[in-house]
């Protein structure tokens, strides 16, 4: 719902995945392409607590965030037509830099004031985004805005938090294993049959049990692609297995 995402981030987490909650970026990214394909600009602001100033670690830890960022939309599933895109193209990054609160709270303080005053749409350096085509929803629009889009989202199954990312791919996974095979179950079935009746020549033979490991495998990874990487491939191998499986019996045949 909100034009600005603030990422509170620690400075020694940075470059560490897992600590810096990474993984919850991935799924920011995936679901604002898959559900609202992103048709307006979002900001999202990097705040770093505990900063300490020394020579050119400000750069450095931008640069470093920024290459997160693109290994993040680099590895992540994304809809065929934003196949080459940048995350820049949906989103304004910022990255501000906070004291720590204990150790130098008077400049904590001043930093975050100084975040508070650009809370305001009409400041001088306001965080609202204010580019000419944004589209903004009109305020007696906005309670069905909020109710179909959150509509939206409990429909989508996998939209978990990432310690649930895996549990939700594996179930859905397997889910589409199932179907797959369903899929190619009659094609199977009817050329154990062929089989049983006599030779078969062999180049048919080949072709035929081609055309079913590719129509089950092209239906898997149309569903399945965009789940948790390692047991997409998992699940994928587990399904081909079983279809070698029903096809050497044929083959033995």
């Known amino acids: ?11 020694n ?6 600590a810096a909650n990474l993984g919850l970026l991935q799924v920011i990214f995936e679901v604002n392409l898959k559900l609202f394909e992103q048709s307006s600009a979002k900001k999202l602001m990097f705040c770093i607590r505990d900063f300490v100033e ?16 693109d290994d993040i939309w680099a590895k992540m599933y994304k809809p065929d037509k934003f196949k080459d895109s940048s995350p820049e193209q949906f989103f304004n990054f910022e990255f501000v830099m906070l004291p720590h609160k204990v150790y130098a709270e008077q400049g904590f303080i001043e930093k975050v004031k100084e975040l508070k ?4 749409v009409g400041s001088e350096d306001s965080l609202f985004l204010q580019d000419s085509d944004q589209k903004q929803v009109p305020l007696d629009g906005m309670p069905v805005f909020i109710e179909q889009s959150w509509a939206m989202i409990r429909d989508q199954k996998e ?8 549990l939700v791919a594996d179930f859905r996974c397997n889910e589409f294993k199932v179907e797959a095979i369903d899929l190619v179950r009659d094609e199977i079935e009817k050329l154990q049959v062929e ?3 006599g030779n078969m020549e062999e180049s048919k033979f080949s072709a035929v049990c ?15 692609a ?12 587990e399904l081909k297995n079983s279809l070698l499986e029903f096809l050497y019996k044929c083959f033995d045949t």
Do not use: C
């Not at 987490?13 to 897992?18: C, L, Q, W």
């Not at 129509?215 to 898997?220: F, G, L, P, S, T």
């Open 13 to 18: 987490d940075i470059g560490r995945h897992a």
């Open 1 to 11: 719902m909100s034009d600005i995402l603030i990422i509170n981030m620690w400075m």
């Open 195 to 197: 089989s049983d009746g």
């Open 54 to 69: 020394s020579g050119s670690n400000r750069d450095f830890l931008q640069k470093a965030l920024k290459k997160d960022i």
């Open 117 to 120: 005053d650009r809370m305001v």
């Open 210 to 224: 081609t055309g079913i490991l590719k129509k089950a495998e092209d239906y898997y990874v149309d569903g399945a």
């Open 226 to 237: 965009h789940y948790e990487n390692g047991v997409f491939s998992k699940v994928g191998k």
């Open 159 to 166: 939209l978990n938090l990432p310690d649930q990312r895996k």
